[in-house]
């Protein structure tokens, strides 16, 4: 079994950056797919990015390219959401979610999640 542990987000002016971090624990997740999503009030749930392979496959959201990073760290067993230039619009709580194959951008495909954390970017 998988538990992820997320940690980080808070509040922030726009233009400012945020990092999240996500622990598992259970099993090492080096050839595990790990991904970031969001839900924002009022609104679907909706794919961030995701890493795949310990950091040799990452991919991005378009409304996210250029502003978030994804990263893998092996000896932690930990992802990592690097968010830059945040704006208004990125409000929204965060999820981690590891899955074996993660070959999907759709949430209901994903095994494991984390509890979520508040990100809440003021204009």
């Known amino acids: 079994q998988v538990q992820l542990v997320q940690s980080g987000g808070g509040s922030v002016q726009a233009g400012g950056s945020l990092r999240l971090s996500c622990a598992a624990s259970g099993r090492t997740l080096s050839s595990y797919a790990v991904g970031w999503f969001r839900q924002a009030p009022g609104k679907e749930q909706e794919f961030v990015a995701v890493?795949?392979?310990?950091?040799?496959?990452?991919s991005y959201a378009d409304s996210m390219k250029g502003r978030f990073a994804i990263s893998w760290d092996n000896a932690r067993n930990t992802a990592y959401l690097q968010m830059n230039s945040l704006k208004p619009e990125d409000t929204a709580v965060y999820y981690c979610?590891?899955?074996?194959?993660?070959?999907?951008?759709?949430?209901?495909?994903?095994?494991?999640w984390g509890r979520g954390t508040q990100v809440t970017v003021s204009s």
């Open positions: 890493i795949r392979w310990s950091g040799f496959s990452t």
């Open positions: 979610a590891a899955d074996p194959q993660g070959s999907t951008r759709d949430a209901v495909d994903w095994d494991y």
